[in-house]
């Protein structure tokens, strides 16, 4: 019981620290639903699909993204090339290469990164829009 208590107060204590430090949070993982609402809502921002171009081919994308394949040897050049204070939407089949861009993203002075934590699978899943290209 102690060792709870302990624990639970040492995870308030950080997270309070953390939040007191003042370093904005760059990066937050978005559910579909959240993710579709908040790029909706967001004029200014950019949406961006890190799948290669079969992967879009085969299942589509959301409308008005941009590909930026991130298995191409290229990609960090063309994500570096990017306004770092836009808001950036960004997404993959998964959630894994987008995870990876966002914190590569965060490590290279972007101001707000939002990943579609489960991919574009949960935004098909959950029958939002998509466009064949």
């Known amino acids: 019981m102690k060792k709870s208590i302990f ?11 953390n939040a007191q430090s003042g370093s904005p949070k760059v ?9 579709k609402a908040a790029s909706e809502n967001d004029k200014s921002g950019v949406i961006i699909d890190l799948r290669t171009p079969e992967e879009i081919k ?22 570096d090339q990017l306004d770092k204070n836009k808001t950036y939407y960004v ?19 972007f101001k707000r990164v939002y990943n579609l934590e489960k991919g574009f ?3 098909i899943t959950k029958g939002f829009p998509i466009e064949k290209k």
Do not use: P
Request: charged content about 25%.
């Open 7 to 17: 624990l639970l107060l040492a995870i308030i204590s950080v997270s309070f620290a």
């Open 27 to 35: 990066v937050t993982n978005l559910s579909a639903e959240r993710f």
């Open 121 to 123: 699978s949960e935004w």
């Open 91 to 109: 997404y993959c089949a998964g959630g894994g290469r987008s995870g990876e861009c966002a914190e590569y993203m965060e490590k290279h002075g």
């Open 58 to 79: 085969q299942k589509g994308s959301i409308k008005d993204a941009v590909l930026i394949d991130y298995l191409a040897k290229d990609a960090e050049k063309k994500i």
